[in-house]
């Protein structure tokens, strides 16, 4: 199974909620997980900064084989580049796209 978390609010307990619940689902023996990964753009972006709010949360995921990437537009909305994240966060050309193509690949959408 393949899993692709949302990350597009601003408000940080629902930013929270939303990682809390990929890390909740690694630890979850009761399904056989291929994939998690999680696609933040907009106002979501904030836990991939290196030092955003909620980045360490994001780096202790990285550690439990979560893949994060970051939309480009945004990036580029919000004058941010690469090094500005998260070591280990990759950088999408857009978050609506990536989206698209992990559900045509089979992903189970989730947006807390």
Do not use: W
């Not at 990682?19 to 972006?45: H, K, P, R, W, Y």
């Not at 939309?71 to 950088?91: F, I, K, R």
Request: aromatic share 4%; charged share 30%; glycine share 8%.
């Amino acid at each position: 199974m393949q899993t692709v978390f949302h990350l597009i609010q601003s408000d940080p307990e629902n930013r929270k909620t939303a990682l809390t619940i990929a890390e909740n689902l690694t630890e979850d023996d009761s399904v056989d997980m291929d994939a998690i990964e999680v696609i933040a753009q907009a106002d979501g972006i904030e836990p991939l900064k290196s030092d955003g709010e909620g980045s360490d949360h994001v780096r202790s995921l990285l550690d439990d084989g979560v893949a994060f990437k970051a939309c480009g537009n945004t990036l580029d909305m919000e004058d941010l580049d690469e090094t500005d994240l998260v070591d280990g966060v990759e950088a999408v050309p857009s978050g609506a796209g990536e989206l698209t193509r992990l559900q045509d690949e089979g992903y189970s959408y989730i947006r807390p």
